[in-house]
C-alpha cells in the first residue's frame, strides 16, 4: 500500500485544491442576452417569411383577379402593340422598284418607318419576356490542356517527326493539332 506522506496534502503548494463548483453557467453555454437576442431574430426571421408569402400569396390572387376580368398583362400588351405596329408597318411598306401598286395599297416611307421602328421597339421590349438572355445561357466552350514538362522527357516519349530530343529542353510545351490521331489509335 502506498505511503500517504508521499502525497502533498490538497491545497499546498504542491497540490491546489480542486477548484468548487459554485453554480454559473457552464463553460459554452449563451448567456441570457445572447439567448434573447438569437429568439428575436428568429421570430423577425419567421414574420418575414410569412410576409413574403403573403405578399405571394397576394400577387397571385390579384393575377388570378385579373385575368377573370378580363385585365391583360403587361407582356400581352406589349405583345398586341407589337404586332399592331407591323401590320401597320406592312400597309404603308414600299414595294420592290418596278412592281405596280395594287389598288387599295398607299405606300408611304415615313409612315412605313415611323410603324416599323414601333414594333422593333415593342418587340426589343418584349423579348426578355419570351426567350432568355444570351449571358443567361450556358455556351459551351472547348477546353485546351497543356502539359508542361519539367526536368527533360521521360524515356519512351517519341519527338515529332524531325525534331531531335536534345533540342526539347525542360519546359518546352508540344501541342498537338485538333485533328490528330495518334497512331496507336488511328491502328485500333
Known amino acids: 500500500m502506498p505511503d ?8 499546498s503548494a504542491d497540490r491546489p485544491a480542486k477548484a468548487r463548483n ?11 442576452s445572447t439567448l ?21 400569396d397576394q400577387a ?9 376580368r378580363g385585365v391583360k398583362l403587361a407582356k400581352d400588351v406589349i405583345q398586341d402593340f407589337m404586332r399592331l405596329f407591323a401590320g401597320m408597318a406592312a400597309t404603308y411598306q414600299p414595294l420592290p422598284p418596278g412592281q405596280e401598286i395594287p389598288p387599295g395599297k ?27 438572355r444570351y449571358s443567361a445561357v450556358l455556351v459551351g466552350s472547348s477546353v485546351v490542356n497543356r502539359v508542361e514538362v519539367t526536368g527533360g522527357m521521360p524515356d519512351d516519349f517519341a519527338a515529332p517527326a524531325g525534331v531531335p530530343t536534345h533540342a526539347l529542353p525542360p519546359g518546352t510545351i508540344i501541342e498537338a493539332e485538333e485533328d490528330y490521331v495518334p497512331p496507336a489509335a488511328a491502328t485500333g
Open 106 to 132: 398607299i405606300v408611304d416611307e415615313g409612315k412605313f418607318e415611323k410603324y416599323a421602328a414601333l414594333a422593333v421597339d415593342a418587340a426589343a421590349r418584349l423579348a426578355p419576356f419570351e426567350s432568355p
Open 60 to 68: 397571385e390572387q390579384a393575377l388570378v383577379a385579373a385575368q377573370a
Open 22 to 32: 459554485r453554480g454559473g453557467r457552464p463553460p459554452g453555454a449563451k448567456n441570457k
Open 4 to 11: 500517504q506522506t508521499d502525497n502533498p496534502p490538497e491545497g
Open 36 to 56: 434573447e437576442r438569437e429568439r428575436r431574430e428568429q421570430l423577425e426571421r419567421e414574420r418575414l417569411a410569412l410576409l413574403d408569402g403573403a405578399k405571394a
